[in-house]
C-alpha cells in the first residue's frame, strides 16, 4: 500500500515543512541572532510571535546563496516604527552573516493572520510552512489543511494574472532581469504546482520537484514549467527568458488556474453581492 504523498501525513493532511532540526550548522548562528535581535527591536507588547520559513528550516539552505526568512506576528498593525526597526535588524544580520544574502522579514498582525479572509492564504502559509521561533503558535488556532481543497488552491494563487502585468511594467521600466526572471519564476512554479497540487495529493517547496510533478499533468506545458524551474534558481539575463515566462507560460496559467479553481476572492465577491 502506498504511503503519504510529500508534504502530507498518513490521514492527507498538510504536515508543517521544516523544522528546528533541520536548521544546518552554519546557518544556527544566524537563527539565534535573529531571535534575539526581535526579542530586542519588539518587546511583548508588541511582538505576538515570530516564525521562520524557507529554505533555512527545511535543511535546503546554501551558504552565501540563501536568504533567512522570518515572520513577525504583530499584536496591532504595523506602522512606521515598527517597520523602521525590522529594516534595521534586517540589515544588521546581513551585514553580520555573510552565510546569508539578505533578510526577508513580513511584518503581519494577529487579527489579519487568524482572519477568515487570509483563511486560506496567509493562515495556512502560517500553520504549514513556517515554524516557531517565539512566543505562541498561532497554528494551534487554525484549521488543518489538505491539498485537494479548491479554495486553498484559489486563495494562494488565484491572483496570477494580476501579476503579469506588473512584471511586464518592471521589465519595460529597465528593471534587473535577474531578479525579476528569478521572481516571476518562482511564482509561477509556485503557482503550477498549486493548480495540480489537489489532483497529486501532495506538497513540495522544491522548484524542479514542482516543475516535475506539474509536467505530469501538463506534459504539453512541460519543457516551459522546466525553463522557468531553472530560471527561479539563479535567474536569467536571457531575453528569451521573459518572454516565455510573461508571454507564454505565464497567460496559459493565468487561464487554466482561473478555469480550474476560480480567481482569488471571487467567492467573497459574490457573497457580498
Not at 9 to 24: I, K, L, Q, T, W
Not at 118 to 127: I, N, S, V
Not at 163 to 176: C, F, I, K, T, V
Amino acid at each position: 500500500m502506498a504511503g503519504p504523498r510529500p508534504g502530507t501525513d498518513a490521514a492527507g493532511y498538510f504536515v508543517r515543512e521544516g523544522s528546528p532540526d533541520r536548521v544546518g550548522a552554519e546557518f544556527a548562528p544566524v537563527v539565534a541572532a535573529a531571535v534575539e535581535a526581535v526579542q530586542a527591536a519588539f518587546g511583548p507588547d508588541r511582538l505576538h510571535s515570530a516564525y521562520l520559513y524557507g529554505s533555512i528550516p527545511r535543511g535546503a539552505a546554501e551558504a552565501g546563496r540563501s536568504d533567512l526568512d522570518l515572520l513577525l506576528a504583530l499584536r496591532q498593525p504595523p506602522g512606521p516604527a515598527d517597520r523602521a526597526a525590522v529594516d534595521a535588524l534586517s540589515a544588521a544580520l546581513d551585514e553580520q552573516f555573510t552565510q546569508i544574502t539578505g533578510v526577508g522579514a513580513l511584518l503581519l498582525p494577529v487579527e489579519r493572520l487568524l482572519s477568515e479572509a487570509e483563511r486560506y492564504d496567509l493562515g495556512w502559509f502560517l500553520a504549514c510552512l513556517c515554524i516557531p521561533l517565539l512566543g505562541p503558535d498561532l497554528a494551534k488556532q487554525l484549521p488543518r489543511y489538505r491539498p485537494e481543497d479548491t479554495a486553498l488552491a484559489r486563495e494562494t494563487n488565484g491572483e496570477i494574472a494580476d501579476w503579469l502585468p506588473r512584471w511586464r511594467e518592471r521589465a519595460a521600466a529597465g528593471a534587473d532581469p535577474v531578479a525579476l526572471t528569478r521572481g516571476a519564476a518562482r511564482k509561477l512554479v509556485r503557482t503550477g504546482l498549486t493548480l495540480v497540487m489537489g489532483r497529486w495529493g501532495g506538497w513540495t517547496s522544491d522548484l524542479a520537484h514542482s516543475a516535475e510533478v506539474f509536467a505530469a499533468y501538463y506534459p504539453e506545458q512541460a519543457p516551459r514549467m522546466r525553463r522557468a524551474a531553472a530560471a527561479a534558481r539563479v535567474g536569467s539575463a536571457d531575453p528569451a527568458v521573459p518572454a516565455l515566462l510573461l508571454d507564454e507560460l505565464g497567460p496559459w496559467l493565468a487561464a487554466e488556474y482561473a478555469r480550474v479553481h476560480g480567481v482569488k476572492g471571487e467567492s467573497r465577491n459574490q457573497s457580498r453581492s
